[in-house]
């Protein structure tokens, strides 16, 4: 490879596992610390917010075992062996947004009880911790691991494209 293809492959690289991070945060966006205070729920509104609950669990749970992988990546040979478990979860993280995405818009009652249902300081420190590790392999390149970067792909595909 010729010193301008690996500062290309270095920038699209570095390009790419950036970008990995910011497409789990649109499913996580909306999480927010509850308004008002608990109130009778009607059961019916209980019932509807079972799914989003579980939904935001599930991503913050895959999130959190992303990050405890990449965690262990420190050099090429541990990226390469941490590439499955990563293209795995990274596959995982897609089905959670296609589901999210899948769901139908709900009402205030039912996002108030999704909110204060959720661990909203857990989401954020998973967060935190999810782009403190990204940004790290970023800069040390992916350790050279072709087998990382190909594992991180499919978030690629959850990331809104720029209007041209």
């Known amino acids: 490879m010729s010193t301008h293809e690996n500062i290309t492959h270095l920038r699209m690289s570095r390009h790419l596992l950036?970008?990995?991070?910011?497409?789990?945060l649109p499913t996580l966006a909306d999480i927010s610390l509850?308004?008002?205070s608990s109130s009778n729920i009607p059961a019916s509104t209980v019932q509807e917010a079972e799914p989003y609950i579980q939904l935001g669990k599930d991503i913050?749970?895959?999130?959190?075992?992303?990050?405890?992988?990449?965690?262990?990546?420190?050099d090429t040979t541990t990226a390469d062996a941490a590439a499955p478990a990563v293209h795995k979860l990274?596959?995982?993280m897609r089905e959670l947004q296609a589901q999210a995405?899948?769901?139908?818009?709900?009402?205030?009652g039912?996002?108030?009880l999704v909110s204060r249902s959720l661990n909203v300081a857990e989401a954020q420190n998973t967060i935190s911790g999810f782009m403190q590790v990204i940004i790290r392999i970023s800069m040390?390149?992916?350790y050279n691991s072709e087998a990382l970067i190909t594992a991180l792909?499919?978030?690629?595909?959850?990331?809104?494209?720029?209007?041209q």
Request: aromatic share 0%.
């Open 18 to 24: 950036i970008t990995a991070i910011m497409a789990t």
């Open 34 to 36: 509850p308004g008002g």
């Open 60 to 74: 913050i749970q895959a999130v959190k075992e992303l990050t405890e992988i990449l965690n262990g990546v420190k």
């Open 90 to 92: 990274t596959l995982r």
């Open 101 to 108: 995405e899948a769901m139908p818009a709900t009402d205030a």
């Open 110 to 112: 039912v996002e108030a």
């Open 140 to 142: 040390a390149n992916a």
């Open 153 to 163: 792909e499919p978030l690629m595909g959850a990331m809104p494209q720029a209007e």
